[in-house]
């Protein structure tokens, strides 16, 4: 009897700290928000959000999406699910760096690199089609022997990244490195 008793009493404390529902209307195959009541600096509809997402690495193996993408998408997933208005947040990505870079590569180009199908193509196709600025550093993919034809539609290719990144800071983002 005393068995089962502690056993009733572990599954009911188990199910008390049940990982909460993470909420992710644009962006299902990233972090979404998870609502936590009374927490300070909670998202306010009535605040203007600017971010740039400094996109330097790659997964860390292939088949994993970029961090700095399943971040930013978390961060879209949260605003929209706070109900921040689409005016009040502006979300840009900056990539720079060859890991990243790839994460921007065609569903063939990737394949072939890679062997396994690209996971950031929906990702990055669902932020772009919420408003989300995608840029790519066109100095890094000259570099690393990158054709721009190979690239996803969703990807704006920018002359210089870190340029980019400064006039996005000018213009009052804050720069998130990842």
């Not at 049940?18 to 605040?47: F, K, M, S």
């Not at 890991?99 to 072939?112: E, F, R, S, W």
Request: with cysteine.
């Amino acid at each position: 009897m005393l068995k089962i008793i502690l056993a009733s009493s572990m599954l009911l404390a188990s199910a008390a700290y049940a990982a909460p529902e993470q909420l992710r209307p644009v962006v299902p195959e990233a972090d979404g928000w998870i609502d936590i009541p009374g927490a300070a600096l909670r998202p306010d509809p009535n605040t203007t959000y600017r971010m740039v997402f400094d996109t330097r690495k790659g997964g860390a193996k292939p088949g994993e999406l970029v961090p700095a993408i399943n971040l930013a998408a978390s961060e879209l997933n949260t605003f929209v699910a706070a109900k921040v208005p689409k005016a009040h947040y502006k979300i840009a990505m900056v990539f720079h760096g060859s890991g990243a870079d790839d994460g921007l590569l065609d569903n063939a180009h990737y394949k072939a690199k890679y062997g396994v199908d690209n996971p950031n193509l929906k990702p990055l196709a669902e932020m772009r089609a919420a408003g989300v600025e995608i840029y790519v550093c066109g100095e890094q993919l000259i570099g690393d022997g990158i054709d721009f034809k190979w690239l996803t539609p969703d990807v704006t290719v920018a002359n210089d990244g870190l340029l980019a990144l400064t006039v996005f800071q000018n213009n009052g983002y804050a720069i998130l490195t990842f």
